[in-house]
């Protein structure tokens, strides 16, 4: 169950982070701006996912690329939401600025580890 969970959040943050990249390539349908429409206000609890997830996975020693991802997506999610914990939250904004120009290559390689994960 959790690693239904799992794809599916690595699937939805990965459709919100490499949305750049993912507009491109969809055509005049705008099928992955509906989506990430639907999924924003929902952003903060999929970055919580994938990092949570990520880091117990990783933890347990299952699928070390797909776990890093994982977490770096959901360090660029919840970039805004870290930034107010005090003690660490100044150092995670900081990694996530330096992530910010993969965003969207962090976000493609989220959703196809996700979608091959469900098979």
Do not use: Q
């Not at 299952?62 to 360090?75: E, F, K, M, P, Y």
């Amino acid at each position: 169950m959790m690693g239904l969970i799992f794809n599916i959040a690595s699937i939805a943050g990965g459709i919100l982070l490499g949305l750049a990249m993912l507009d491109k390539w969809d055509g005049d349908t705008n099928i992955f701006n509906k989506i990430a429409k639907f999924l924003s206000p929902f952003h903060v609890t999929i970055g919580g996912a994938m990092l949570g997830l990520g880091i117990l996975n990783l933890i347990s020693g299952a699928g070390l690329l797909a776990n890093i991802v994982s977490i770096l997506g959901g360090l660029l999610l919840l970039t805004h939401t870290l930034a107010k914990l005090p003690a660490v939250g100044e150092g995670l904004v900081k990694v996530s600025d330096k992530l910010s120009p993969y965003k969207a290559v962090i976000g493609v390689a989220s959703l196809v580890l996700g979608i091959m994960r469900l098979f």
